[in-house]
């Protein structure tokens, strides 16, 4: 593909944000053009309303170090103007996210966004892109109910589920998944954090995470879900219930889920079935898409946070231990990147896919 997108980041300073750039700062079709935060940090440098928060271990990229910070609400038609679409990942009320994500949208802005505010938003798709890419349908009665010719939302879902969810959909396929549990242990980074921001997380687990269980459970059933009538309707199976905790990791979310099938495989299909699965962003190869997205490690004490959250990019699903259980059929663990398959990298790749397939054109 031979496309250049100019690109805004909207939360710019914060965590997401600042793996957005890094992410960004090399990408072969995105330009990032704008940058967005709170009205504490417009009107400033990037360096200057970062303020000594870098905390990626690449360097400051010199191309955005001096850009001058914009303000993510009162310069919405002037950002809607400067780019082609914008990433969004703010840590503001639910009901402010909404509104300005519709509010760029309907500025003829297409938001791809890490935030939860419009994640069970009927007409906007949740995407993870291997799986649900079909969810996209759902684009032209989103655009038609906000007025819009190139404006709309999709967003992406939360990093929790970033493992198991991409684990379990191609078992469902073919065995049928009827109940699922799942305890995930989780980075600080998924709040925004570090060791040196949280100290009181070393050497400590936190067994409450506000909000993530009843994530972890419901989201799943709208990437199961179907599109009927310009709305994706969520799936009422399989059954999720997850307990999630906090634990003293800087990144990656682990999760060790227990599963019953329909059909029950055997455990060379179920691995199978992982080794050989692949999705749209893989036939498209686009820039962000791991080769091999489900990886399966045969070593007892496989996958390792430290060790495997980075494989392919930080954007490839590691799992392991996969063997039978005397309550559910089977049982195994998997692991994500919380911040780049779980949020500014899955969020890349979802607008890679979503321009490739032509969701998003550049507007010149
Ligand atoms: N961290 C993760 O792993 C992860 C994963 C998936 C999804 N998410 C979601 O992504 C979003 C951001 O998370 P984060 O961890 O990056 O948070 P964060 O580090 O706290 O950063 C928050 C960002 O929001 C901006 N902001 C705050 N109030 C604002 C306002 N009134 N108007 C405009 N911008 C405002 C901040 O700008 P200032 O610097 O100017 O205050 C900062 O850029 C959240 O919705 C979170 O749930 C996070």
Redesign the pocket.
């Known amino acids: 593909m031979n496309k250049n997108y100019k690109v805004g980041v ?9 793996r957005f750039i890094s992410l960004l700062s090399d990408h072969p079709w995105f330009d990032i053009t704008v940058l ?7 009107g400033k440098t990037y360096e200057e ?1 970062l303020g000594g ?1 870098w905390v990626m271990k690449t360097e400051l990229p010199e191309k955005v170090k001096n850009m001058v ?1 914009l ?3 009162a310069d919405i038609e002037k950002i809607a103007s400067l780019v082609d679409f914008v990433f969004c ?4 009320k639910k009901d ?2 909404k509104a ?1 994500e519709e509010a760029y949208a309907k500025a003829e802005c297409p938001v791809v966004s ?4 419009h994640r069970f938003t009927p007409d906007v798709p949740m995407l993870i892109p291997e799986i649900n890419v079909n969810h996209c349908d759902v684009i032209a009665s989103q655009k038609e109910r906000l007025g819009t010719k190139r404006g709309f939302i999709a967003v ?1 879902s ?2 929790s589920l970033q493992s198991y969810v991409p684990a379990l959909y191609p078992l469902d396929e073919k065995f049928g998944v009827e109940d699922v549990l799942v305890c995930t242990y989780q ?1 600080i ?4 954090k570090t060791f040196d921001r949280w100290p009181e997380m070393i050497d400590n687990v936190i067994p409450y995470i506000g909000g993530e269980e009843e994530k972890s459970e419901k989201e799943p059933l709208k990437i199961w879900g179907k599109v009927e009538n310009g709305e994706i309707v969520p799936a009422q199976k399989p059954h999720f219930t997850a307990q999630c905790l906090r634990v003293p990791v800087s990144d990656g979310h682990m999760a060790a889920v227990f599963v019953r099938f329909k059909n029950k495989p055997s455990k060379e299909e179920i691995i199978e079935v992982w080794n050989s699965f692949s999705g749209r962003p893989q036939e498209l190869s686009l820039p962000h898409a791991p080769k091999q997205f489900l990886n399966y490690f045969t070593e007892d004490n496989m996958p390792q946070t430290k060790m495997h959250r980075d494989l392919e990019g930080g954007m490839a699903v590691s799992i392991g231990r996969l063997r039978e259980d005397t309550q559910y059929d089977y049982k195994f663990v998997c692991l994500s990147h ?2 780049l398959r ?2 500014a990298g899955g969020a890349v790749l979802a607008a890679e896919l979503l321009c490739a397939e032509g969701y998003i054109e550049p507007k010149n």
């Not at 967005?36 to 417009?42: E, F, G, K, N, V």
């Not at 990942?89 to 503001?92: E, F, K, T």
């Not at 890490?114 to 505010?117: G, P, Q, V």
Request: hydrophobic share 40%; glycine share 14%.
């Open positions: 909207i939360g710019a300073t914060g965590m997401v944000g600042q967005a935060a709170s009205p504490r940090s417009a309303a928060r910070v303000d993510a609400q990942a703010v840590d503001m402010e996210i300005l890490n935030n939860s505010a992406k939360n990093c980075a980074s998924g709040a925004g919380n911040t779980g949020a």
